[in-house]
Every structure is written in C-alpha cells, then in structure tokens.
C-alpha cells in the first residue's frame, strides 16, 4: 500500500508560483509512475502533469504547458510540481497520483486513472 501525502498549497496572487509536493511511503518509488491532477469546484479532477519512473519522461496538460513543470526525487520518494504564471482558474485542490504501470501517453494519464491517491492541497490564486 502506497501512502501519498501533498503539501506546499495555499493562496497566491495571479502570476505568481507555488511549489507542491508530493512524500510517498509504503512502496517502491522508483518504481511508480507519479503524476498531479486537479479538481476545481463543480469540475471533476482533471490531468495535470505526469513523469515516469526515472524521470526521464514527463507529460503535461496542454493548458499547463510552459507554465508548470513536475520533477521527482527518487532519493527523496518526493515528486514535485513547480507551478508559475498563476492564473485565477488554476485553482483548485491538487492531488497526488501513483501508479505501478508506465504511462506512455497523455491521454493514458487522462484515462487510465492512478492506483494510489492522495488526500490533495488547496491551491487558491486570486487577482
């Protein structure tokens, strides 16, 4: 059993950057495909970025690219998602994903769902 905790959340001013973070425990890191979706209010959770295993391939939503930027930590079982350009329908709660199989796609993170969850972090941008 994969435990995930997020954190680094909170309220930020449009254009501005947040750094969240993502601690795994109870299984292999190295060995997990991670990746961030959001859920903003009266929205279901939405793809955000994914990276695989060794970090070496990466996955973004198209209405992220060039503004957010996930990496992991292996050493640190710690996946991060580094967010910049802020903008007021950014917000929403955050969540931690992992998965033991590969996600070669976008759109296998967009509909193969994750095996492990997060409980989120609140990212709230105001103008």
């Known amino acids: 059993q994969v435990h995930l905790v997020e954190s680094g959340g909170g309220l930020i001013q449009a254009g501005g950057s947040l750094r969240l973070s993502c601690a795994a425990s109870g299984g292999t890191f190295r060995t997990l495909a991670m990746g961030w979706f959001r859920q903003a209010p009266g929205k279901e959770r939405e793809f955000v970025a994914g990276i695989s295993w060794g970090g070496g391939s990466t996955y973004y939503a198209d209405f992220v690219k060039g503004r957010f930027t996930i990496s992991r930590d292996n050493a640190k079982n710690t996946v991060y998602l580094q967010m910049n350009s802020l903008q007021l329908e950014d917000s929403a709660v955050y969540y931690c994903?992992?998965?033991?199989?590969?996600?070669?796609?976008?759109?296998?993170?967009?509909?193969?769902?994750?095996?492990?969850w997060g409980k989120g972090t609140l990212v709230t941008v105001s103008s």
């Open positions: 994903g992992a998965d033991k199989w590969e996600k070669a796609t976008v759109e296998a993170w967009v509909s193969d769902g994750m095996e492990y």
